[in-house]
């Protein structure tokens, strides 16, 4: 009679988990099937607005988004229908003239659209009409865009001034430039004067953009608009902190304001030296020699972790008490003691050693001549030698004249 082998219930598990894994769409069973109520195919086009207002001669620019609402992937046939007399449509995608796009299933695709009015073009109601069409032509979406064409007013909405980065940060010496965008939103073409409100003592000038003249107007076209730089000089003493600048653009009757914001953090700059000035001192090889030297922040910022560095000769030692400073506030000295070691085989002479502070965003080296000196005890020696010698020579005389 032939043996049973029988699985064990763990091994009987793991076989099941495994044959169920092979299952085509277990898992997805297991979760319960999700409806799709999406239709199997279906388009739509449309804007996020239906009807605008513009003023006169000013162009229209928004997005026209192009929706596959079914389950297909779609090819879809995009044209305009008609534009308006006296107007010029067009859409785009990237920089291409868009005629016809591919949309995935339950995907968007967002068309660029722009309106353009010829010169003429007065107050009034305009209607733009839009068609989206499948390759096989089975579905559509049609949508029209009204266009509502109003006279400009006038005063303050005639010029329109924008800032890219209204705000700017940096050190009590830096230079800021703000570029500005000055819009003529008339009918005619007109001069801006340019004027600025400032802190006390700043100066601040006007330029035109990539140039370096200064000017204090400037004439714009109808409906166009010029970049201005609008530089800014903060005085020395400026301490941190945040400075409004109100630029003001006037045209005759007509004005209008932008605010910048200038953020200076402060300078940060370090000074070292000795107390009294003199940059050199005397050692013995292989003796340690002490000096103090003084760190001051001569800037208007904190500086913080301050540390301390050597340019030295080669076996040379030097030594920093403090090793380091934690901070040192606007004006603010403290003193540290810098031990040299000249190594012990150092030869008489002038050497240099470099001491360096180095802070955050700033640092001084300060150089030190350092005369490495002969032992005073080799003086003595070479004296006893000296007299040694006298000594043995009026022996010497001494004994040779009683001869």
Known sequence: MGRVYRLGQPLAVAVVFLILLAVPGFAAQQGGDKKDNRPERGIALYTDYSGIAVARGETVQMDMTLENKGRTDENVDVRIVSVAKGWKATLKGARFQVTGVYVPDGKTKALALTLDPDKGIGPGKYAFQFEAKTVDGKFTSAYTLNVEVQERKTGADNIQITAAYPVLRGQTDARFEFSIEVMNKGDVERTFNLAAIGPEKWEINFKPAYEQKQISSIRVKEGQSQNVAVEVTPTQNAASGEYPIV??????????????????????????????????????????????????????????????????????????????????????????????????????GDYSVGIMTTGEKSDKTVEMRVTVKASSAWGWIGIGIILLVIAGLAFLFVKMGRR
């Not at 700059?269 to 020699?289: C, F, H, Q, R």
């Not at 090793?323 to 810098?338: C, N, T």
Request: charged fraction near 25%; hydrophobic fraction near 40%.
């Open 247 to 348: 630029v003001r653009i006037t045209s005759g009757d007509s004005k209008a304001e932008v605010k910048l914001t200038v953020n200076l953090t402060g300078t940060y700059k370090l000074d070292a030296g000795t107390p009294n000035g003199i940059l050199s001192l005397e050692a013995m090889a292989g003796k340690p020699v002490t000096f103090s030297l003084f760190v001051r922040n001569s800037g208007s910022a904190v500086n913080k972790n301050i540390s301390f560095s050597s340019f030295k000769p080669e076996n040379w030692e030097v030594k920093f008490k403090p090793e380091k400073l934690e901070a040192l506030a606007a004006g603010e000295m403290k003193q540290i003691e810098v031990t040299i070691i000249p190594a012990r085989q150092s030869l008489v």
